[in-house]
């Protein structure tokens, strides 16, 4: 086949263009491109202030959105002053389910008596159905959830804090359920579903 004249012009200047080899370093046209003045993120530099381009925020800075938390060496108080902000409602449940399914169930497990998928090695959590959970404010499970305690760690980086109250009206739920009444039983054979939704149909958004 004959080749174009253009045809081979391309190629030539293919060829000097991309003529970087791996010994030699690339050929900078314009080079204020490759050295600018603006500094890349993290990058070190010994004569910036903090030796680096990132800069400390200022003290005192918070991330947007972010509420404190003045509970942290008082559980008591946050089971006594927080009141869960989520109404009951199947979509609070359903969010709620979403967020146990995803972080708690490993180590409580389905039901929340502790037998998640982790345990062993994981040392067994306790039952979510003691005396003593059960009769916990929501405020005092949240109180778990966000600041950890002992063996488990913090989620308050990981859920925010509408989901937890979420996952705390679940953890309510997955406890009615293991300790149902048979005034629950007599509720579900005349509600006659198994759709998640409020006690009673008149509160909230349980959609029947
Ligand atoms: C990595 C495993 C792990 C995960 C994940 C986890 N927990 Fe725990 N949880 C534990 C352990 C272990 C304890 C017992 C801590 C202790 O010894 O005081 C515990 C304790 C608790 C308690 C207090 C129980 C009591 O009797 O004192 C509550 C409530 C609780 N967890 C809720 C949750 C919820 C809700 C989630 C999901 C948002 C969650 N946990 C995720 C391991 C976990």
Request: hydrophobic residues 30%; contains cysteine; charged residues 25%.
């Amino acid at each position: 086949m004959k080749l174009k004249w253009w045809n081979s012009g391309l190629a030539a200047a293919i060829a000097l263009l991309g003529g970087c080899s791996k010994s030699k370093p690339a050929w900078e046209y314009m080079s204020d491109m490759m050295d600018q003045p603006a500094l890349k993120a993290y990058e070190y530099d010994k004569s910036l202030p903090h030796r680096r381009s990132a800069f400390l925020p200022v003290p005192g800075t918070i991330p947007r959105g972010y509420q404190p938390y003045p509970y942290k060496e008082d559980p008591e108080a946050a089971g006594r002053e927080l009141k869960n902000p989520l109404p009951m409602t199947k979509e609070a449940m359903l969010a709620g389910e979403k967020v146990y399914k995803t972080h708690c169930i490993v180590c409580h497990g389905e039901k929340g008596d502790g037998n998640g998928s982790v345990v062993p090695p994981f040392p067994r959590p306790p039952s979510l159905h003691s005396e003593k959970v059960r009769n916990w404010p929501d405020g005092r499970i949240f109180h778990v959830v966000t600041e950890g305690q002992n063996l488990m760690p913090s989620y308050a980086s990981q859920i925010n804090a509408e989901k937890r109250w979420a996952a705390i009206h679940y953890l309510r739920a997955l406890q009615r359920a293991e300790g149902a009444t048979q005034e629950d039983v007599g509720e579900y054979l005349r509600r006659g579903t198994t759709d998640y939704g409020p006690r009673t149909t008149d509160q909230g958004s349980g959609t029947e």
